[in-house]
């Protein structure tokens, strides 16, 4: 009885990814079933929450060593395509510079991801949008340093 039950779960399961697969790429899935970079920084150098226009929340914490993002990791309440996004702009973030890692756009995580369908785009948008504001952070904290005491926990 076990062996069959297993059978049909791997059977249920292969069918809803045959599924995703009409809808999704295989880059999409992968980071969707396997998040990369989840998970905050403790006393990072910078960070940033944005409200995506669909009413997901994503947070992004930034370690830079050197002028370089060292450690990019994120945090999301969104759906899969959030997740999605959220690790692959912390991955093209990361050994970049700040002045590279600014110019990171919707299309380049797009790009990355091999593509969203376009109801989902916007999930990449809220990736860029909220990495920017963590860069932009780092760089108010680089000028007035006194500014980091007064973050939110």
């Not at 076990?2 to 059978?7: C, F, N």
């Not at 990814?17 to 150098?45: C, F, Q, W």
């Not at 002045?99 to 989902?120: C, I, M, N, Y």
Request: glycine fraction near 8%; include cysteine.
């Amino acid at each position: 009885m076990s062996e069959e039950i297993d059978l049909l779960q791997a059977e249920l399961q292969e069918a809803v990814l045959d599924e995703a697969r009409k809808i999704y790429s295989e880059t999409v899935i992968d980071y969707a079933m396997h998040p990369r970079n989840i998970g905050e920084i403790p006393d990072a150098d910078g960070h940033a929450g944005v409200l995506g226009s669909c009413g997901d929340f994503m947070e992004i914490w930034l370690r830079v060593r050197n002028g370089k993002i060292a450690e990019a990791r994120f945090w999301t309440d969104g759906c899969s395509t959030s997740i999605a996004s959220g690790g692959m702009v912390a991955e093209l973030a990361k050994g970049k510079s700040i002045t590279e890692a600014r110019k990171t756009s919707q299309q380049d995580v797009l790009k990355a991801l091999d593509g969203l369908p376009p109801e989902s785009e916007h999930c990449a948008k809220l990736a860029a949008d909220t990495l920017k504001a963590a860069i932009r952070d780092y760089m108010t904290v680089q000028r007035e340093p006194w500014k980091k005491a007064y973050r939110k926990s």
